[in-house]
């Protein structure tokens, strides 16, 4: 198997000849997915996820082609969105039929939408964990002939020693409070409990194999493996608790991180994964799964400050997340630059250094990697599809269709 530093230059190579032999000159920055690491990376989901259906996490993706891509391989069905305004353009462009609301939502322009139309309200799931999201919802009609379909949004985080790890969610912890939201939603009239969500931040988006890490990496490793002992044990009492009170259509967990564990669970019947399709930067350290890096985007040498640096137009697309040098793009190919430590991304110009620098010319390019998924297609209306060397298709991003989710 080739060296990481001759697959990257070699890739360098393949991206810079789509460029080059495409019909007509693209402006950079250069957007770029390699499909055929999408499309294995796809398979390899689905053998992780064993049997069980997986959402598409649109967040994770944000192109609609993309989503499209992913759903038309067996073993993907539905959407994991991540507003109900995009819910409510999936539906209406049939991208999916099925589409679950991620995060709760008062958006009183996008839920007049919904329950104006039977169609999308019978195949888009919002997300609650109050009673205020259903009376935000109640404020907004007259009559409830069009039900609205919930689901129950269950923190998933690891409690240890009186303290909480994972993602700040859902108020909801214990089978108690979860049953009581279930009984209002019964009782409410207009309103159907369709499922229960709970996605185990901690385990599925961190990575836990980190090159010179080894001691943070085995903790991290630990405090999974306790996440996903004490999450199954709750998940199977609040499943207990709920059957009294009514039957779950669906129960929703994991990440491209978790799929394993979370597909074991007996309680859970579909799973969720975006970020896996793709590869960012921070998923490239897992031990569950081998990252066939997917998404990059290409920027100009434009000026030569000196022989040993490079610099080049635009770059500081920054994660979301906590502040730190795994939110900062990644100059990946060809292999051996580095970003500079008093300049880093910037938004206008990127200087980098490393051995290859002094071999660029002006006009070259060079090409990133993000730290997350689908965050840079957000600065970017087009989308170029790689197979081999050459582009076989340009697509829209959200952006690229006048949208701004």
């Not at 109640?138 to 379909?149: G, K, N, Q």
């Not at 998924?373 to 840079?376: D, V």
């Given at each position: 198997m080739p060296s990481d530093s001759i697959s990257r230059n070699r890739l360098a190579a393949r991206l810079d000849t789509a460029v080059r032999d495409h019909d007509e000159p693209i402006s950079p920055p250069v957007f770029v997915v390699d499909v055929?690491?999408?499309d294995a990376n796809a398979a390899d989901l689905v053998k992780r996820a064993g049997g069980k259906p997986i959402r598409v996490a649109s967040?994770?993706?944000?192109v609609p082609a993309l989503i499209r891509r992913a759903l038309s391989h067996e073993g993907f069905r539905g959407v994991l969105a991540y507003t109900l305004a995009e819910a409510l353009w999936l539906e209406e462009q049939d991208v999916s039929d099925d589409i679950l609301v991620a995060y709760p939502t008062v958006d009183r322009l996008a839920l007049g939408a919904l329950i104006a139309s039977p169609r999308a309200a019978s195949r888009i799931t919002l997300m609650i964990d109050d009673v205020a999201h259903l009376d935000v919802v109640?404020?907004?009609?007259?009559?409830?002939?069009?039900?609205?379909?919930v689901a129950i949004d269950v923190d998933a985080g690891l409690v240890v020693g009186g303290r909480h790890v994972g993602p700040k969610r859902s108020p909801l912890y214990d089978a108690q409070d979860v049953v009581a939201l279930a009984r209002t939603v019964g009782a409410r009239p207009g309103f159907h409990l369709a499922g229960v969500m709970t996605y185990e931040g901690q385990v599925a988006g961190v990575p836990d194999a980190v090159p010179h890490q080894r001691t943070r990496?085995?903790?991290v490793r630990r405090l999974k493996d306790a996440s996903v002992s004490q999450l199954r044990a709750r998940r199977a009492a609040i499943a207990e608790a709920l059957r009294s009170v009514t039957e779950i259509g669906f129960w929703n967990a994991g990440g491209s991180g978790s799929l394993e564990s979370s597909t074991a669970d007996p309680v859970v019947t579909e799973l969720t994964a975006g970020s896996g399709l793709l590869v960012p930067a921070l998923f490239d350290h897992y031990q569950a799964f081998e990252p066939r890096q997917a998404s990059f985007y290409g920027l100009p040498v434009t000026r030569r400050p000196s022989p040993e640096i490079a610099t080049v137009h635009g770059g500081g697309l920054v994660a979301s997340g906590p502040s730190?040098?795994?939110?900062?793009p990644v100059p990946w190919a060809p292999a051996g630059l580095h970003l500079t430590g008093l300049e880093g991304a910037g938004e206008v110009q990127t200087p980098l250094t490393g051995h290859p620098a002094a071999l660029l010319r002006i006009g070259d390019l060079v090409w990133f990697r993000h730290a997350k998924?689908?965050?840079?297609f957000e600065h970017t209306a087009t989308v170029h599809l790689l197979a081999g060397d050459r582009f076989v298709d340009s697509v829209q991003t959200y952006r690229g269709h006048g949208l701004a989710f």
């Open positions: 055929d690491a999408f967040k994770s993706v944000r109640d404020a907004l009609r007259a009559s409830t002939a069009v039900p609205v379909r990496s085995l903790v730190g040098a795994d939110r900062l998924s689908g965050e840079p």
